[in-house]
């Protein structure tokens, strides 16, 4: 009877060795997966490859032809970035978009180092140059507050991609620099005051939430002529938290400024008029500003500015993705980013 109970002991201390290192071996290889999925990792703790944002940029070769992957651990990253031209094909993953956070509080009227304003370009926390970049659950951040402008968010590379991310700030946050620069924004949240929403590239904003904090102008177009499409905001929503008839969809920041809004929800925020022409009644004439199918308080067709446009069944047509970039459709790499999820 004895020996029956010794050799069940020594059979269970076996078993429960042999579950332990399977375990251990199931872990490493969980843990070497995770680590295959990324190129580069930072972490503030020090468990990362680096510890802030700006040395995990510098390391990423110049020129490099394939997808250079840079995960961020959760964190408040206060730097003010610069992802140069030469870094072409970064992607930047969040481990949460609300943690997440690449911040800093630089404004126009900030001096620099030799006693002069900044200015609206110069007071960037993040300033994206290269080509065929993306980046999911970030938040992109600018504190200093309603100071003036302040830009969160400074992207001037072609093919440029966000993907559940944040645009924080109050006015100027997110200004899409450059007519040759096509972006692309997949449930996407975005706050701010005046012109929030701001430049020349063709971007389009697709089921995201725009947040109006104050009474203000909520785009500032500067598309030029040669430009057809500006802003495209599909199947998003207008809110805020400020009086009803508070906001203009958008002013034309230069004369051929461009924002169409195509299933959109539009809050009561929205002004009946809808569109403002900058003091300028020639902007009127050169100006394309438009809507299909709005919804919500906000929407109000019969009572938008003459110049303004309602497209109908047949000319909504010419906005797919497609079209609007030229042939880059950026759509299947935004599905891909929510399988994973």
Do not use: H, W
């Given at each position: 009877m004895k020996r029956g109970l010794l050799i069940l002991f020594y059979c269970s201390i076996v078993i429960l060795l042999n579950c332990s290192i399977a375990s251990a071996a199931s872990l490493t290889s969980h843990i070497s997966y995770l680590k295959s999925q990324y190129d580069i990792t930072v972490a503030q703790d020090g468990t990362g490859n680096y510890k802030t944002v700006q040395?995990?940029?510098?390391?990423?070769?110049?020129?490099?032809?394939?997808?250079?992957?840079?995960?961020?651990?959760?964190?408040?990253?206060?730097?003010?970035?610069?992802?140069?031209?030469?870094?072409?094909?970064?992607?930047?993953?969040?481990?949460?978009?609300?943690?997440t956070i690449l911040t800093f509080d630089d404004w126009a009227q900030r001096k620099n180092a030799?006693?002069?304003?900044?200015?609206?370009?110069?007071?960037?926390?993040?300033?994206?140059?290269?080509?065929?970049?993306?980046?999911?659950?970030i938040t992109f951040q600018n504190t200093a507050g309603p100071v003036g402008q302040a830009v969160a968010l400074f992207v001037a590379g072609d093919k440029a991609k966000f993907i559940n991310c944040r645009m924080l700030g109050f006015q100027d946050t997110l200004y899409t620099y450059g007519y040759a620069s096509r972006q692309y924004y997949y449930k996407c949240y975005i706050e701010?005051?005046?012109?929030?929403?701001?430049?020349?590239?063709?971007?389009?904003?697709?089921?995201?939430?725009?947040?109006?904090?104050?009474?203000?102008?909520?785009?500032?177009?500067?598309?030029?002529?040669?430009?057809?499409?500006?802003?495209?905001?599909?199947?998003?929503?207008?809110?805020?938290?400020?009086?009803?008839?508070?906001?203009?969809?958008?002013?034309p920041w230069r004369p051929y400024a461009k924002a169409v809004f195509i299933n959109c929800d539009l809050g009561k925020i929205i002004k009946a008029e809808g569109w403002d022409n900058w003091g300028k009644e020639s902007n009127e004439k050169t100006a394309f500003y438009a809507e299909y199918n709005s919804t919500g308080s906000g929407a109000n067709p019969k009572a938008r500015v003459a110049w303004s446009h309602q497209l109908n069944e047949i000319t909504v047509r010419e906005y797919t993705l497609d079209k609007i970039f030229n042939g880059w459709n950026p759509k299947e790499m935004a599905a891909d980013a929510q399988i994973k999820k």
């Open positions: 040395e995990a940029i510098n390391a990423v070769p110049d020129f490099r032809k394939v997808t250079t992957t840079i995960f961020i651990k959760n964190g408040v990253y206060k730097e003010k970035l610069n992802l140069s031209a030469s870094k072409q094909f970064v992607k930047m993953i969040g481990e949460s978009a609300e943690k030799f006693g002069e304003e900044k200015g609206t370009s110069g007071s960037a926390s993040f300033y994206i140059y290269g080509s065929q970049f993306s980046a999911e659950n701010g005051t005046v012109d929030f929403i701001f430049g020349s590239s063709t971007a389009v904003f697709d089921e995201c939430e725009i947040f109006c904090k104050s009474a203000g102008y909520i785009t500032a177009s500067s598309s030029p002529d040669t430009s057809k499409y500006g802003y495209v905001f599909l199947n998003s929503k207008i809110l805020g938290d400020v009086p009803a008839n508070s906001y203009y969809l958008g002013r």
